[in-house]
């Protein structure tokens, strides 16, 4: 398996502000994907993060909004900009691990006012 | 692109019996199917998955099934505990490039002591 921290676990912002949420992961991987499960909700995937490449944003989802980075092959961010209530959500990274399974970091759980 | 369909969306049942969810897919060229049991508060854990070379895995108490030429594929549990009490998702993927994954809508699984 893999172990996948995220930091932070949970925030509180205010709206108009911006939060970068960073993912580490314990072994390199290609590729690795940040989802928001809203409240009560299922996970949607927001983009793919590729080192060395643009990270590829799903329909509904923009690089304005949630621009990622990805430096190395077990580290990215994503940030949520300009923050609105809506925001308020579970973010998580996951990767594939061994090239069979897809693991979850323990997601960051935030807030917006 | 894909499209997951996960029913029902809560599901009681009493301790000892049986509980069976199920899911369709749209994209004909999806062959992997996983399926994560979530906790409160809890990230998702992969529970167990299946390709579509074959038609049903089995893990203990927890088997699914797949039906390529319908669609669909279903979970089943099997002499239900109270710690199956959880979220249930499906999800499914091209498993090759990117392999992103797209889940159901997710089923609550409360189990009656």
């Known amino acids: 398996s893999a172990v996948i921290s995220q930091k932070p676990s949970r925030d509180i912002c205010q709206r108009g502000t911006s939060l970068t949420i960073q993912c580490q992961v314990d072994s390199q991987v290609t590729m690795m994907f940040w989802y928001r499960q809203q409240p009560g909700q299922s996970l949607t995937l927001i983009a793919t993060a590729n080192q060395g490449s643009e990270a590829t944003y799903e329909s509904g989802f923009v690089i304005d909004k949630f621009p990622i980075s990805r430096p190395n092959l077990t580290f990215s961010t994503l940030t949520v900009s300009n923050m609105s209530p809506e925001d308020s959500s579970i973010y998580l990274c996951?990767?594939?691990?061994?090239?069979?399974?897809?693991?979850f970091g323990p997601g960051t759980r935030l807030l917006v006012l | 692109g894909e499209n997951v369909e996960q029913h029902p969306s809560t599901l009681s049942v009493q301790e000892g019996d049986s509980a069976v969810i199920k899911c369709t897919y749209s994209d004909s060229a999806s062959n992997y199917f996983p399926w994560y049991k979530q906790e409160l508060g809890k990230r998702p854990q992969l529970i167990i998955d299946?390709?579509?070379?074959?038609g049903e895995k089995k893990d203990q108490r927890i088997a699914v099934t797949l039906n390529k030429t319908a669609k669909h594929f279903s979970l089943h549990i099997t002499e239900t505990q109270p710690e199956d009490s959880a979220v249930y998702f499906c999800a499914a993927s091209i498993d090759t490039g990117r392999r992103a994954l797209t889940f159901g809508s997710g089923t609550r699984l409360q189990v009656q002591p």
């Open positions: 996951s990767v594939y691990a061994l090239g069979e399974t897809q693991y």
């Open positions: 299946i390709r579509s070379n074959v």
